[in-house]
């Protein structure tokens, strides 16, 4: 048996080198003539080294080839990674929701914001409200004769959002792709606070429609529940599921109805400013002013306003948001009261700062009040009253922002890129970023998006006549995605769902071209 070998063990070349030079230069371990013996052994190994040397290198190149190019996120650097990797409920805050700090600054900001609109510069003016502003507002205004294609493209691309996240494309929104997570639910609100506006049925009618879709959804969800045979009688919830957004909205129809009523009286039929004051402005600026106070007070003084869900999966799913109600009721409260000082005050320069005013509060509260789940609940409620505001009385300046943002659109594009932060994954819209950097950096990308919702920025056309089908082919594929993916899941779901939207064009195509058959006036 060789020095460098035993019985049933292999040693690689280097190991068996190593052996015969001890076997041939330590005589008290070999014989010389062993030594000499060996020499042809060595020689072969030494090749076989160079070639093993070989491979390996190959090796680690092919090695090097396939790794990750992508840095690891460095938390030091602040500007291309972050802190916070992940946006989940376990993400602890440098600013405690309870804080002293948090505590002061949301009284402090909300009387910043009432300064703002009380001692606003100047607001703008018919032509600018009417004319310049594409979703400036009177009732026999020439704009509402123009279709604003802008509303019906953001509708359709938020449900769009909304397929991919329920569907199986959860992806999407974890790593914000197309900075999803900044504008899809919220045009998804905005878009239904300047419908309620728009739409000339009153309350119950607007709400028996709204009832109506409400039935078909849930309905859709149960006959899913049935065919999976899911036990939907102890967890009704995840039978309503989306449709939650409908309650939503018949909640905020009747909330809202004093100040859709004073904002329609706000204006004449030339767009000029009309004096609000009638009882139900009067009523709901002192009823928000005395919801916003008693959530900053019971904030301040740290007050549980007792508000529980029992033991359930949606009370522990709500549980933070349920925590800090105060806050909820100070942002959301703050918002409506902004709204009914500037109508209950009459002047025209106030009107259009109090966009400005929201946006400020929602921006600010974000960052430095941060609330897992509910100030994402309190932004959306805000973002419909706001929208519902400026569709009426655009933000002062709307039309230059409108104007600046059309112009110079890539330079928008690359700061939304600059504030995205791609080694954060997670909700990061209902679950807050850990830092004040980071959520300043989310909020803000938020903040641009809305922005370009309510000044008009976005400037559509539709040639092709696709607005029309694609608005009925949304509320089709809102209702019934979801109990599509309970029954046939991924990506079957989303294939039917996107594949039923061609239908509603060509129906839309051919009954517009037998119209015309019957009417060639029309061409």
């Not at 009177?138 to 449900?159: C, H, M, Q, T």
């Not at 008693?294 to 349920?322: E, Q, R």
Request: proline residues 4%; hydrophobic residues 45%.
């Amino acid at each position: 048996m060789r020095p460098c070998e035993g019985p049933g063990r292999r040693f690689p070349a280097s190991a068996r080198l190593a052996s015969i030079y001890v076997a041939c230069f330590m005589p008290s371990v070999a014989a010389e003539s062993e030594c000499e013996s060996e020499s042809v052994s060595v020689t072969m190994l030494q090749v076989g080294l160079q070639q093993e040397s070989v491979e390996d290198l190959r090796g680690k190149h092919a090695v090097e080839q396939k790794a990750d190019p992508v840095p690891a996120n460095s938390a030091s650097d602040w500007l291309f990674h972050v802190v916070t990797t992940e946006c989940t409920e376990q993400v602890t805050f440098d600013i405690a929701t309870d804080s002293l700090f948090a505590r002061s600054f949301l009284p402090m900001l909300l009387l910043g914001c009432t300064c703002m609109v009380w001692f606003g510069g100047r607001g703008p003016s018919a032509e600018d409200a009417i004319e310049s502003a594409p979703n400036g507002y009177s009732r026999n205004s020439p704009s509402l004769k123009e279709r604003l294609y802008w509303l019906d493209f953001a509708r359709v691309g938020a449900i769009v959002c909304v397929i991919f996240e329920h569907c199986g494309g959860q992806g999407y929104t974890r790593r914000n792709a197309m900075f999803g997570l900044w504008w899809t639910l919220n045009y998804l609100y905005m878009t239904s606070g300047v419908a309620s506006m728009m739409s000339k049925q009153p309350l119950l009618g607007y709400m028996s429609r709204l009832a109506m879709i409400f039935a078909v959804g849930v309905c859709f969800n149960w006959i899913g529940d049935v065919i999976i045979q899911r036990d939907w009688r102890h967890d009704f919830g995840n039978t309503i599921f989306q449709m939650f957004f409908v309650v939503m909205l018949l909640i905020m129809a009747v909330l809202c109805q004093p100040l859709r009523t004073g904002l329609l009286q706000s204006k004449d039929e030339s767009g000029k400013c009309v004096d609000v004051k009638t009882f139900g402005v009067y009523m709901g600026l002192v009823s928000s002013g005395t919801i916003a106070l008693i959530g900053l007070v019971f904030a301040a003084f740290k007050v549980n306003m007792g508000v529980t869900l029992g033991s359930t999966n949606w009370a522990d799913y709500y549980g933070s948001m349920i925590e800090h109600v105060p806050i909820f009721l100070a942002v959301f409260g703050g918002a409506f009261f902004l709204c009914y000082l500037s109508l209950a005050t009459g002047f025209r320069q106030r009107h259009g700062m109090v966009g400005w005013a929201i946006l400020a509060l929602l921006h600010l509260a974000t960052i430095f009040v941060p609330w897992h789940q509910g100030m994402q609940q309190a932004r959306l409620l805000s973002w419909y009253v706001m929208a519902m505001y400026t569709h009426v009385w655009p933000l002062t300046g709307s039309t230059a922002i409108a104007n600046a943002l059309r112009s110079y659109w890539p330079l928008v594009l690359i700061t939304l890129v600059l504030l995205s932060m791609p080694d954060m994954v997670g909700r990061c819209d209902m679950y807050e970023a850990g830092t004040v950097w980071e959520r300043f950096r989310h909020s803000t990308g938020e903040a641009i998006m809305v922005l370009l919702f309510v000044t008009g920025a976005y400037k559509c056309s539709d040639p092709l006549q696709l607005a029309t089908p694609l608005n009925y082919w949304s509320l089709w594929a809102y209702v019934s995605h979801y109990a599509f993916y309970k029954v046939w899941g991924s990506p079957a779901a989303a294939v039917v769902s996107f594949g039923t939207a061609p239908i509603f064009v060509a129906h839309h195509w051919l009954r517009a071209k037998e119209d015309l058959l019957k009417n060639p006036a029309k061409a």
